[in-house]
């Protein structure tokens, strides 16, 4: 069956630090790939996605691309700020309305 | 901006006993979801329903399982005997134009 795999974690950064978190996906065919995150105390909300191979999604410096060959989605930022310390969850779906399965999630602490 | 929203923030129960897990879905969404995280693990699915009826269910939701919209706002989760192994953070989601949006969810803790 679909699963998604992240890095372990919790991952800790200096502000202003470049990030990335890997995920690697398995799935046949082609699925939407997203990255949810979760601020403390919140629930899960949609950070960015990608729909088709080699797609690039982006919001609030974030970047993620579709990788098909190496069936990868990993989560990028240039400049990371304290107020990006939160938990982080790459996810795929088959469909519109599908289910989505998740990783694990990673938990990311911006220092000063 | 609309949120869904859950009842109770936390709740502590004992072996044997029923729970249910409220959400109160953002209106004119569609499409129902709930999901559940064991500490330390996966968000799992468990279950989906649309028009009043479960479309798909995961192997996790057994006859121990049941969701209901019983007023045309909340949407239920209901765990009729739980069990140890039930504690995690219950998450409810609905479906939007570009994505499903969570609720803060429930952790639940079984006695």
């Known amino acids: 069956g679909d699963s998604v795999t992240q890095m372990e974690g919790p991952v800790t950064l200096s502000e202003e630090a470049f990030l990335t978190i890997n995920c690697t996906y398995t799935?046949?065919?082609?699925?939407?790939l997203f990255w949810y995150v979760q601020y403390p105390g919140e629930g899960l909300q949609l950070l960015l996605k990608?729909?088709?191979?080699?797609d690039k999604g982006s919001n609030k410096g974030f970047e993620a691309t579709y990788r098909k060959e190496t069936t990868s989605f990993h989560l990028e930022k240039g400049s990371v700020q304290v107020s990006d310390s939160a938990v982080y969850f790459c996810?795929?779906?088959?469909?519109?309305?599908?289910?989505?399965?998740f990783g694990k999630g990673i938990t990311l602490s911006v220092r000063p | 901006e609309p949120e869904v929203t859950q009842t109770p923030s936390h709740q502590v129960t004992q072996m044997g006993q029923e729970v249910i897990l409220r959400c109160v879905p953002i209106?004119?969404?569609?499409?129902f979801y709930w999901y559940r995280q064991i500490l330390g693990q996966k968000v799992e699915f468990l279950v989906s329903?649309?028009?009043?009826?479960?479309?798909?269910k995961s192997e996790i939701f057994d006859d121990q399982f049941s969701v209901e919209r019983p007023d045309g706002s909340n949407f239920t989760l209901k765990i009729r005997s739980t069990k140890l192994e039930d504690s995690a953070m219950y998450f409810c989601?609905?479906?939007?134009?570009?994505?499903?949006?969570f609720g803060p969810g429930t952790r639940l803790l079984v006695l």
């Open positions: 799935a046949t065919g082609y699925p939407s």
């Open positions: 989601a609905t479906l939007g134009p570009e994505t499903q949006y």
């Open positions: 996810a795929l779906s088959r469909g519109a309305n599908s289910k989505l399965t």
């Open positions: 209106s004119n969404h569609l499409y």
């Open positions: 990608a729909t088709k191979a080699d």
């Open positions: 329903f649309y028009n009043n009826e479960i479309s798909e």
